[in-house]
């Protein structure tokens, strides 16, 4: 019989199995509550931002939210979004067989890349979804230099 030496095939290997079998075991402990690591879970409500020169934009989905059970507060480059979400109310005899959407208080709060105006900020909720124009102040905004010539 011959053998063949551990480094000359990847495949022959046992350590290449080994670390195999850990990376799978990683995995499944990633995927549960039981593992050693920990999974971050996702922020509600699920928000986007992009800037430009002239502001921000922050989108934030709240589908099942009451708009006047939305706050928004600036102040310098901090935003805070507060808000609250009922629970549904069940018939009578009526049981979850399987309930997902999470009902409560949250808060989100974030930095922005530059001071606001906060007294110009807006909010606009539409279909489930709360667009906020969050406009640059004035002395956070690009100035562009024109180069005099002598």
Wanted: aromatic fraction near 8%; avoid cysteine; charged fraction near 30%.
């Amino acid at each position: 019989m011959l053998k063949r030496p551990f480094g000359l095939y990847a495949s022959a290997s046992p350590w290449r199995e080994i670390e195999r079998m850990q990376r799978e075991m990683n995995r499944l402990f990633d995927e549960t509550a039981l593992g050693g690591r920990t999974r971050v879970a996702p922020s509600y409500p699920a928000i986007n931002v992009w800037t430009n020169e002239d502001g921000a934009v922050i989108t934030a989905e709240l589908p099942g939210v009451n708009p006047e059970d939305i706050e928004i507060s600036v102040v310098g480059e901090t935003l805070k979004l507060t808000g609250s979400r009922q629970p549904e109310d069940l018939p009578e005899g009526a049981r979850y067989h399987r309930r997902e959407r999470g009902h409560g208080k949250f808060t989100r709060t974030f930095q922005l890349p530059f001071m606001v105006e906060s007294d110009k900020v807006e909010a606009v909720f539409e279909k489930g979804v709360l667009h906020i124009s969050a406009p640059r102040a004035e002395a956070e905004k690009p100035r562009k230099i024109t180069v005099k010539t002598a």
